[in-house]
């Protein structure tokens, strides 16, 4: 990436990692947590969630709704936005640690195709039907075969290279426990939506191609509310501690076609009652972004209140 665009991207990620005043808390373990305590914790405030120079009202208001939904559920929210060409970003606890779950397979596909690029050459057809299967139906067996192909250094590299210096690679490189936080998600998917130098046209449209053709099943959390013209580019982990029912559930995606244009969306959650509460946190969360994004008007009814098939077992990425 040329000199501009590492500022630009760091930039934006400055602006969501410190806009809050965030501190990082790691997650010990599965106890609940209210998000209320979490965020007084990190003295953030309406106004404090989303910034825009040329949309000042809508971060506002956006802000007050962030907030809303996020301090009314248990366990942890996050949340990161970027809309508007960077002209509008939000980060709600954006430099808090999550545990990736199957979120984490983004980072892995990516980091494969910046190393296609640096030895110049195309995805084998191995390449190709293991990362179809690791993006769009989350298949554990492909991401280990993926993973140990290309190494943990070269994933360390990757994240060297885009500035997203808040990601830890687990010790044994088990994808769905790496530490993420909304921060470099929001720079993650910036780099496979937008022209950059780490990733190039091919590789990025291979990218976005894949994460489009996600299946059903797995399609909620940030698409809820989105606009029925856009298209979306979405990537979810839903990943139960073991023996528990309290689970970590991620979603992060970006949308291109609406006519607010290409924007980014990361919502992170741990210490759920149930995969079930956590999907309702993030698509609560979405239904507003995707509503004041768009031109707010009419409610939009988050998706998970309507009869639909969700892939409930969990996405085993905690052993890939």
Known sequence: MDKTSVTTTRARTTRLAVGLGASVLLAAGPIAAPAQAAAAEDGAGAADVCTSEKRPEVAAELSAKIQEVAQSREGDVSVGVSAFG????CGYQPSKEYFAASSGKVL?????????????????AEEKELTEKMITVSDNDATIELKEMVGKQRMQDFLDMAGMDD???????????MKINAADEITLLELISQENEILGDEQRAYAAGLMNSVIEEQRWGVTAGAPEDAESHVKNGWLPYDNTDVWRVNSIGYFTGAEAGTYHMVVLTDHNDGMQYGVDTIESVAVEVNSAINGGGTAITPRSTAPRDIDTAPDGSDRA
């Open 167 to 177: 990601t830890k690679l687990h010790e044994t490189n088990a994808i769905g426990l």
């Open 108 to 124: 892995l596909l990516t980091t494969l195709l910046r190393q296609t690029m640096d030895e110049g050459r195309d995805l084998t």
């Open 86 to 89: 960077g002209d509008l970003t």
